[in-house]
């Protein structure tokens, strides 16, 4: 986001808060709870977002050089993805062509031969087949023609996109739209270095999971005690791009940007800036720290995901003035924050507040509208006016499933 925008957003957000109002979506809706629990549209997200949608697998950062390689069991498919000599990304179905062994089961790594645990053929990781064991015991093969299988995959604005089909199509630029791009673009993702990962398998719908990072609505109450001190609730920024959209939730830091000269102004720094990709993507920045989640359904409980999130350093986000003071945090003292200095977190830090707040609190909440749902007795749930990055989720994949758009909720 160029620094003119980012000076607007944070005018449009100190208004809000001055003005002790949140963007309006103009009308409620209602959301049937079936949607949680129904395993037909389960199968169909399924086919639809996940079997035949390009799929974002990470950052660039995971393969930092030749010969880095991440793997993927998330799709259905077990997926090796790799950066070769020349520097050039790949993803290939993980699976040997001799009878299908698993070439590696490390979740990352560094290696430019891949020697298949079972027969030891051997495979560069650009997929060329360069040697079989035993060839004249093994009998005559067209090499050529057992390389692994490449998925189609893209790499573009920092991401790691696969497509799970071998006749699937990826234009990231399509995809995007050509204002999310840019400003895609403009963070330089493919700058950030990676640091680390973690996981949460929990009771609740893959929809759900999603519709934590939906709303800032609920920081007073479920995360009164921790996040909201550093956090302004009930005030957010929202932007759709197609499918996508952003949100900007601003910290209590906002105000001390308010005495320094604009050209200092990072809204980074003074906020939280989500990104949803469709379908299953949010890409939070805040604080030099970029965290990328991705959510998976369960393929035997519609009830059941799986969030994957990794985190980056990225210090070019910041604000370039160094004059700026730095109060550094780490999971000892993050609910502490003297927030009249600008924050930085570090790997500690955003685990502690994962754990803290998305487990502990977010999914937990989850987990209990995911019985409500599984109850049968709730008909539907409700999206608040101050609310529209749900009402665009939900509404968005339910018309890529053609199902008729959210009813207005209407009092009285
Ligand atoms: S399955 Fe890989 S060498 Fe046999
Ligand atoms: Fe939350």
């Not at 100190?14 to 409620?28: F, H, R």
């Not at 600008?342 to 803290?356: A, P, V, Y």
């Amino acid at each position: 986001m160029k620094q003119d925008q980012q000076i607007e957003l944070m005018q449009y957000m100190l208004k809000m808060i001055d003005d002790d109002s949140t963007e309006d979506a103009g009308q409620l809706l209602k959301n049937p709870t079936s949607s949680y629990v129904c395993k037909d549209l389960a199968e169909r997200e399924w086919t639809t977002f996940f079997e035949n949608h390009p799929q974002v697998i990470g950052l660039s950062a995971e393969l930092p050089e030749p010969g880095s390689f991440i793997t993927n069991s998330d799709l259905g498919i077990p997926i090796l993805a790799t950066r070769d000599k020349d520097g050039v990304f790949h993803t290939f179905v993980n699976a040997c062509r001799h009878r299908g062994a698993v070439l590696t089961e490390a979740e990352s790594g560094k290696q430019h031969r891949f020697a298949c645990p079972f027969h030891a053929w051997t495979y560069a990781s650009d997929g060329q087949l360069l040697g079989i064991r035993e060839p004249k015991k093994f009998g005559e093969l067209e090499k050529n023609c057992h390389h692994l299988i490449e998925l189609p995959s893209a790499e573009k604005y920092g991401l790691l996109v696969v497509h799970p089909q071998l006749d699937g199509t990826i234009d990231m630029d399509e995809l995007l739209g050509a204002e999310l791009a840019e400003q895609l673009g403009d963070w330089k993702l493919g700058q950030t270095t990676y640091l680390g990962k973690s996981s949460l398998e929990r009771n609740l719908n893959w929809k759900i999971a999603n519709d934590t990072f939906g709303e800032n609505y609920h920081f007073h109450t479920l995360h009164g005690k921790r996040l909201n001190n550093l956090f302004y609730g009930d005030a957010t920024a929202y932007s759709e791009y197609g499918r996508h959209h952003r949100l900007t939730l601003p910290s209590r830091y906002i105000d001390v940007l308010r005495e320094r000269p604009k050209k200092q102004w990072n809204v980074t720094d003074a906020c939280v800036v989500v990104y949803y990709l469709f379908p299953n993507v949010q890409i939070v920045l805040a604080n030099r720290v970029v965290s990328v989640f991705r959510i998976y359904p369960s393929r035997t409980e519609v009830g059941r995901s799986t969030t994957r999130i990794s985190y980056f350093e990225a210090q070019h986000i910041g604000s370039e003035f160094a004059d700026a003071p730095a109060a550094k945090l780490d999971g000892d003292n993050v609910y502490d924050a003297n927030v009249v200095e600008r924050l930085e977190f570090n790997l500690e830090t955003q685990i502690e507040i994962i754990n803290s707040t998305l487990d502990e609190e977010d999914y937990y909440m989850g987990e209990k509208s995911q019985e409500a749902a599984a109850s049968g007795k709730v008909e539907h749930f409700i999206f608040g006016r101050n609310e529209p990055a749900l009402q665009h989720f939900h509404n968005n994949y339910r018309a890529a499933l053609e199902l008729p758009p959210l009813e207005a909720y209407r009092a009285g």
